[in-house]
């Protein structure tokens, strides 16, 4: 028992010393135009959660549902694919690479939007929207932690508002 505490405290010890490595580099490691391609994954992310809004009335017009049922649909469908993408798709993450993992978002996305497009009926919607969501909730997962991994603390907050307005605009 007194083994396992050295060992867990050894442990967190190393951790410490990573990311106190971590923070003592004093400029943004990677290439200036990163930033523009982690803004490019909060673009997609914003752009579906608004763009599926406006999409409602057009969504229930075509498919000859009520409102709310297309609300639950599009949105609730959505959400719970954002929940189990970032779970899963940010805990693989650490064993199979960030680079990878946002590759794989970014396909996620493009296939589920694709799909949303194309669906004929309600099944398929559900289905490409639960993969829309798989993909956006592991972006803002892996973005988040992209920022805060590379980004030194001086600017940490500054770089996460540009990738924000990146994805904004």
Not at 94 to 119: H, K, N
Not at 127 to 148: E, K, M, P, Q, W
């Amino acid at each position: 028992m007194i083994c396992n505490l050295f060992k867990a405290n050894d442990e967190r010890n190393e951790v410490n010393e990573i990311i106190a490595r971590a923070n003592r580099i004093p400029v943004w490691s990677l290439p200036t135009a990163f930033l523009a391609i982690i803004g490019l994954g909060y673009f997609f992310t914003f752009y579906d959660i608004s763009d599926i809004g406006l999409a409602m009335p057009a969504i229930a017009s075509q498919f000859h549902i009520g409102a709310s049922t297309s609300l639950f649909i599009a949105l609730s469908v959505g959400l719970i694919g954002y929940g189990i993408g970032s779970y899963i798709i940010g805990s693989t993450a650490d064993v199979f690479g960030r680079y990878r993992s946002m590759i794989l978002t970014m396909a996620l996305t493009a296939l589920g939007s694709f799909g949303d497009a194309i669906s004929v009926n309600v099944p398929e919607l559900t289905i490409f929207r639960f993969i829309t969501g798989l993909g956006l909730g592991a972006d803002l997962n892996l973005v988040s932690t992209y920022i805060s991994e590379f980004a030194p603390p001086s600017v940490r907050g500054k770089i996460t508002v540009y990738t924000f307005l990146v994805g904004i605009l």
